[in-house]
């Protein structure tokens, strides 16, 4: 199991873009954080979600 903002989610062993892959999360509009580092967009494919793990997402949003 991993944290994910708060709720515990089985994606250990995925990869984080497996992982947002199964979300509603727009991944242009997105940064995400795992155990306190910034992930860079193009290790999204790479980096390997570990039983856990404490994920942070955070959505940009536009206003005025």
Known sequence: MIKV???YVDAAGKTLAEYLGTTSYDIKRI??????QIVPKAEYAGTL????DVVEVVSFVGGG
Not at 31 to 36: K, L
Not at 49 to 52: E, I, V
């Open 5 to 7: 903002n708060q709720n």
């Open 49 to 52: 979600l570990k039983d856990g």
């Open 31 to 36: 940064a995400v954080e795992i155990n306190g």
